[in-house]
């Protein structure tokens, strides 16, 4: 079975992308825009999967109705709809649900409060209304923590071992969040393919990819500062706007699927990972930071 990937380039495809060349999967990494109506011939004579990973995270409506809305669309037509595709795996996120004050479960009503969640809320729908007899399945990680300094606690990372100041809204630092390390949703997706290739996974399904432990921004904080041994800058502001609720999502359904939760990566050895490879090769661009609403 071939697997097709999309957004091969990326910061988990790119992963995903090795870690399925070392099972010995072949792939056809797609270097063309998704949003356009044709696709050039991918050469697909034998069965094949889709993963979907490519996708818009922003605030723009215009960017994120192209480049997620129309372009799965487009992913669905072309590829999923063909013969010998024998399913499709799809990237969503935990933003579908919006903040909630129940803990979420692939159960929970979905309620975006975002362009973003909601761009990613009508893929889905699209998915499941468009792809009937093939197998699907819609992941949803919550913060992906990877050894760079484009998340949050790489962010926080960084600006230890730099120096620099990172602000924050004084509401945030004790909302709680989920996080989830890259390596285990790799690890999930490539377990997932591997189902679906045996056949041992059919009909449409969801799974949130998650550590099933959330902690606040100072626990964070404190836990990078411990690690590091050093303080970090932290400026911290006031915004009146931003809702302090927590975001707790729980691992049932991976565990059905996997016999286990896929989070094998604590919140304490996704930091000492971060601070090893930052304190190797230190982003020397990095700047200061403000984190607040916009984390999930």
């Not at 649900?97 to 803990?103: L, N, S, T, Y």
């Not at 159960?107 to 499941?128: A, H, M, T, V």
């Not at 411990?226 to 931003?242: C, E, H, M, P």
């Not at 691992?251 to 601070?275: M, P, Q, Y």
Request: charged share 25%; aromatic share 8%; glycine share 6%.
């Amino acid at each position: 079975m071939k697997v097709v990937i999309t957004g091969s380039e990326g910061m988990v495809g790119g992963r995903l992308q090795k870690a399925l060349e070392a099972r010995g999967f072949e792939l056809v990494c797609t270097n063309f825009d998704l949003a356009e109506l044709e696709y050039p011939d991918l050469k697909l004579d034998e069965e094949y999967l889709v993963i979907h990973v490519a996708g818009e995270k922003s605030n723009n409506p215009a960017a994120l109705s192209r480049n997620n809305v129309l372009a799965t669309n487009f992913v669905i037509d072309n590829l999923c709809s063909q013969e010998l595709c024998k399913g499709l795996i799809y990237f969503s996120s935990i933003a579908v649900f919006g903040i909630q004050d129940e803990v979420i479960t692939e159960k929970s009503e979905k309620k975006p409060d975002n362009f973003y969640g909601f761009s990613k809320l009508i893929c889905e729908n699209l998915i499941q209304t468009k792809i009937k007899d093939k197998t699907t399945v819609i992941v949803r990680p919550t913060n992906i923590i990877a050894p760079n300094t484009s998340t949050l606690i790489g962010q926080i990372v960084n600006s230890i071992l730099t120096g620099e100041t990172f602000e924050a809204w004084e509401s945030s630092l004790v909302t709680k969040r989920d996080y989830v390390w890259i390596d285990d949703v790799v690890d999930g997706v490539v377990r997932l393919t591997e189902m679906i290739h045996a056949d041992s996974l059919s009909g449409s399904n969801e799974v949130n990819f998650c550590m099933g432990k959330s902690y606040s921004l100072k626990e964070i904080i404190d836990t990078t500062e411990k690690i590091t041994g050093k303080k970090l800058r932290l400026i911290v502001t006031d915004s009146k706007a931003f809702r302090g609720r927590d975001l707790n999502v729980d691992t049932i359904k991976e565990k059905a699927l996997f016999g286990r939760s896929l989070s094998k990566t604590s919140l304490e050895d996704s930091i000492n990972v971060l601070h090893k490879s930052i304190f190797r090769d230190p982003d020397k661009e990095a700047k200061s930071t403000n984190w607040g609403s916009g984390d999930r």
